[in-house]
């Protein structure tokens, strides 16, 4: 009995050990000199005149502003959903056995993932001097419809087309990395019970490689949704383009660009909301309830840093 | 049901040759099993169970034999010149559905509730309707004892839970026969009995089942037939009360001391035999 005080038979009955935390200077003086600098960037904010409150104000609300803001947001909602439908493809693509199929994934995702979006944004854009007409028919045989380049590729075109193929380059690995990420057994025991391959991607792998797909997806769409700004190379009306073309009038270009930066801002904190609750979603039957579980906000990992005074307590054993 | 039909084994596996590269996993195995027959394959690890359970459904492809069940080739169709031609996805993955598999891992839907994982490939591959597909679920979940967990997610269930939703998963497209893949491996020892009560039941009401075991206890019980792997050979194979008890190779002897050194062998329910 000497050797161990608590048995089946016999509840432990421990006394709450009270101990005082360690000290830590180290976390006063990191927390002390951050606030410092907080405080002084805070400072300047305000006593700054350069900034421009009011007519960040101002324009913060603009029907141009909004419109600019609409126009983003339309085409990284678009381009997104080009980037995902089709970066699905792609991944089911590279991972087919028939050789010729996963190499042109394997060559698109190459390609695209290559060349600067930038770039991109501009061989779509000037399309029409390489192929001044596009036809719809049969390959090397007859077509059957034409249009103008030039007409059919408007700034919109090719910004959705620029912005969603680069997308689809970035997405297509994600998806492959999903499905290659849900267990073997599952692939096995719907063949074993005679479901056919589309069948079993689309009803068991599919759905659990979303657990895996969605958190780099967040991150993807809020980096579209940056890399739209690239757009207003293009002359295309978006959010950036559009206070653009305010401070070109009124050579009021801080306050503007703050404006953008604060619209930005609050979208992508939006979509990091949104995020969280679609993984908490989706996160159902991944054997930790509410999915993204013991991950904390920002806010609660800042509460948590405030030092416990609360005195460590286990069983003690004599 | 005629003679001929009567004397038709459900499973037949004739001269099976596979290999995994340069692995020869098996030589030359010869296996049926008749209706309502039980046979347990025993044998250690890597000697070819596994793998022989996987060609039978094509889960794996076979390099020389032939293997049918109810007399249609796995994964081949016999062409009037009498030469093989492989099946397409689509028809390997219809025959398939007459055979149930159970892993050892259980491998359940894991984003799917138990009820939903049943009837899943009924109304899926089969095309039975929801209402019915869900009645018979409830039906099978109800005799593997779990009646009440039809809208647990599969890691709520503890191993020996989610092995009976397996069985119950695979029964549900009423297979003609059952193979089942080291079913209770996989479990703690105090739940091996609950996979094992279910597949005896099963045998009792004469379903045909073919199961890589080392559970000796339940394959003395139940098995019509004992086939000890080795290297990819039937070393031997007999009644189980033959294998198990009176051994004529030395290699077979050897096997089960080794087993019988980790578990109380004349238990009715050993649960500690794994090899």
Known sequence: MSVSQTTADEPAVGTPLRARPARRPGRWIASAVVLVVVATFGHTLVVNPNFEWPVVGHYFGSSLVLTGLLRTLEVTGISMLLGIVLGTVIAVMRLSSTPIVATAGWAYVWIFRSVPLLVQLLVWYNLAALYPRLSIGIPFGPAFAHVDANHAITPFVAAVLGLGLHEAAYMAEIVRAGILGVDRGQTEAAEALGMHRMLILRRIVLPQALRLIIPPTGNETISTLKGSSLVSVLSMADLLYSVQIVYSRTFQTIPLLLVACLWYLAVTSVLGIGQYYLERHVGRGSGRPGGAGGRRGPLLSLLRMRPSRRAVSYVAGP | ?275
């Open chain 2, 1 to 275: 049901m005629t003679a001929a039909q009567m004397s038709q084994p459900v499973v037949s596996v004739r001269e099976v040759h596979k290999a995994f590269g340069r692995l020869q996993v098996l030589r030359g195995v010869t296996v049926s099993a008749g209706k309502g027959e039980v046979v347990c394959l025993i044998g250690p690890s890597g000697s070819g169970k596994s793998t022989l359970l996987r060609c039978i459904n094509h889960l794996e492809h076979i390099d020389a034999g032939e293997i049918t069940v109810e007399s249609q080739l796995v994964g081949y169709r016999r062409q009037a010149d009498g030469r093989l031609r492989e099946l397409t996805p689509r028809e390997t993955a219809r025959r398939r559905a007459r055979i149930g598999m159970v892993f050892q891992q259980f491998n359940l839907f894991a984003h799917l509730t138990v009820l939903q994982n049943v009837i899943e490939a009924p109304t899926r591959v089969l095309r039975v309707d929801r209402k019915t597909a869900i009645a018979h679920a409830r039906t099978l979940l109800d005799r593997v004892g779990l009646g009440d967990k039809g809208d647990a997610r599969p890691w709520q269930l503890s191993g020996g839970q989610q092995q009976r939703v397996a069985i119950a998963r695979a029964l549900a497209m009423r297979p003609t026969v059952m193979l089942f893949d080291e079913p209770t491996s996989a479990l703690d020892p105090e739940l091996v009995g609950e996979v094992l009560d279910v597949m005896r039941g099963l045998a009792r009401e004469g379903m045909t089942m073919i199961v890589a075991t080392h559970e000796m206890g339940f394959a003395r019980e139940v098995a019509d037939q004992v086939v000890f792997l080795d290297g990819g050979v039937i070393v031997e194979r007999g009644p189980a009360a033959q294998v198990l008890d009176h051994p004529g190779h030395q290699r077979t002897r050897q096997f089960l001391a080794s087993i019988a050194g980790r578990g109380d062998l004349s238990a009715a329910r050993p649960t500690q035999a794994r090899a």
